[in-house]
């Protein structure tokens, strides 16, 4: 069973950085995909951005130029990288992983924090 654990929320002023992590175990391959989606209450998860296995990386509009993802050379830790970070920030973001790039589920991490306020 692939556990994912998250670390590096918090509270950073507007025009901050914060630096999100998150570590998988379990698997006994290296996982297709991995990223980050954030959620605000009352509204939709939203996709913050993906890396594959082979180092394709893709991110929303939303963040683009702002935020950077990446993975570790063995491949199961996903890094978040938000700069120049913006009140509209404010979310609860998840760590998620797929198996497979044919995989419909997903697997999730618990979720962190991370609120932009002066």
């Known amino acids: 069973q692939v556990q994912l654990a998250e670390s590096g929320g918090g509270l950073v002023q507007p025009g901050g950085s914060l630096r999100l992590s998150c570590a998988a175990s379990g698997s006994p391959f290296i996982l297709y995909a991995m990223g980050w989606y954030r959620q605000v209450p009352g509204k939709q998860r939203e996709l913050v951005g993906t890396?594959?296995?082979?180092?394709?990386?893709d991110v929303s509009e939303s963040v683009e130029g702002r935020f950077t993802i990446s993975r570790d050379n063995a491949g199961s830790t996903v890094l978040l990288q938000m700069d120049s970070l913006k009140p509209e920030d404010t979310a609860v973001y998840y760590c998620?992983?797929?198996?497979?790039?044919?995989?419909?589920?997903?697997?999730w991490g618990q979720g962190t924090q991370v609120t932009v306020s002066s």
């Open positions: 998620y992983a797929k198996a497979r790039r044919s995989s419909s589920s997903k697997y």
């Open positions: 890396v594959t296995s082979g180092g394709t990386t």
